[in-house]
């Protein structure tokens, strides 16, 4: 039975939807609240709105301390914002080691991992019993990792906690007919859950100022390469993903000015099996500059070359690709990001592509990063 201490939080963390959950999945209605909050104000005790699509505005009484995403990138936030101790869950695809030299950042102790023994349902929410799930609901009811309906969905907001989360990875889920969110527009509607809106603040002006500058060393537009991304689904077949697609997934890629081979093509001049998946031949056939292959993120150079390239290398076709041949086949990135793990991956996708430019050098400032998390800035 839950004790009183339990209660008085769920108590006073039930959250309202001014859009009833069951009608934003049906619709996807819900109104925008661009408002930035100044500062921080987490321990300020009058009860606050958030709006995202597809919930719609949900109001809280006091902020969330326990909370759960479903994906890595929305963990990413909820430390980014010095929040790293209250997770209580996470996608399994999440790695909560990968701070590399941010001391102090990172999440407390191991979280529960959502949907790895299995599909998660009504009741693993109920068991983890957080304040609030930073999923977007669709996910609950589309995604193999849980077993939902639209029914569950609205009791689990109704009896343990709201939703707010917007699916950001990709922009092309047949179910997705909603309004999508940038990174760091998503990443500001989490701080607004949490009211840490100083720490998104100074994030979001670190960002935008190192991203200024990383762009005015780029080479000239003539000089960037066209890439074509793609994620492997094994007997040498792979799934052609957009660059292209302003997904938070390959948000590094398009910030350096790297161009998608798709771009100009249709599905007519894109053959594709009945799956959806390329082969060699129509690899060989886009002739991009650079071959980005996703999936392989935590290997480094060698290990990369000798799992992913050497066999692209031994095979009849794949080693007529011209990116093989020479030398251009590289990590396609993370697919999860938040704005911690996005600094990492363009600065790793920098090195990569204009290794003149940038060569092995840290290209941002790690201490400043651990004071914004910190909220010394």
């Known amino acids: 039975m839950a004790n009183e201490e339990t209660l008085s ?25 661009r408002s930035k909050p100044p500062k921080d104000t987490e321990t300020d005790p009058d009860p606050y709105e958030v709006t995202m699509e597809p919930v719609g505005t949900v109001e809280f009484d006091a902020v969330p301390e326990r909370w759960v995403a479903y994906s890595p990138g929305y963990a990413d936030m909820g430390v980014a914002l010095g ?5 209580a869950a996470v996608g399994e695809q999440y790695d909560a080691d990968r701070y590399d030299g941010l001391d102090g950042v990172g999440v ?39 077993e939902f309906n639209a029914a569950d969905v609205a009791d689990v907001a109704e009896t343990v906690a709201p939703f707010v989360g917007n699916a950001i990875e990709r922009r092309d889920q047949p ?6 969110y940038g990174l760091y527009e998503a990443f500001e509607k989490v701080a607004e859950v949490f009211r840490r809106g100083g720490r998104y603040e100074a994030f979001a002006a670190f960002h935008d100022e ?7 060393e780029l080479p000239p537009a003539s000089e960037r390469p066209d890439a074509l991304l793609v994620r492997p689904e094994g007997n040498d077949e792979f799934a052609p993903l957009r660059i ?18 798709l771009a100009d093509l249709n599905a007519e001049e894109l053959p594709t099996a009945p799956d959806g998946t390329v082969g060699y031949a129509t690899i060989r056939r886009v002739d991009p500059d650079v071959l980005l292959v996703r999936g392989h993120d935590d290997l480094d150079r060698a290990a990369f070359e000798e799992a992913v390239v050497a066999p692209m290398r031994d095979h009849d076709v794949g080693g ?39 060569g092995g050098r840290a290209l941002f400032d790690r201490e400043r990063v651990v004071e914004i998390v910190a909220g010394e800035e």
């Open 175 to 180: 179910w997705h007919s909603y309004r999508y």
């Open 108 to 146: 407390g102790g191991r979280p529960a991992t959502l949907g790895g023994d299995g599909p998660a349902d009504r009741g693993t929410l109920r068991e983890l019993d957080a304040d609030v799930h930073l999923v977007d609901p669709n996910q609950l009811v589309y995604a193999p990792a849980f």
């Open 244 to 261: 292209a697609d302003r997904g938070t997934s390959t948000k590094q890629w398009r910030d350096l000015g790297v161009g998608d081979a």
């Open 83 to 87: 929040l790293g101790d209250g997770l």
């Open 9 to 33: 939080r769920r108590d006073l963390l039930r959250a309202s939807a001014v859009v009833s959950v069951a009608g934003a999945l049906a619709s996807g209605t819900g109104s925008i609240d």
């Open 210 to 216: 190192w991203l200024a500058e990383l762009q005015a």
């Open 320 to 358: 007529a690709i011209d990116a093989v041949r020479e030398g251009r086949v590289f990590s396609g990135g993370p697919r999860h990001q938040g704005p911690i793990r996005n600094l990492f991956a363009t600065e790793r996708a920098a090195r990569t592509i204009y290794p003149d430019v940038f």
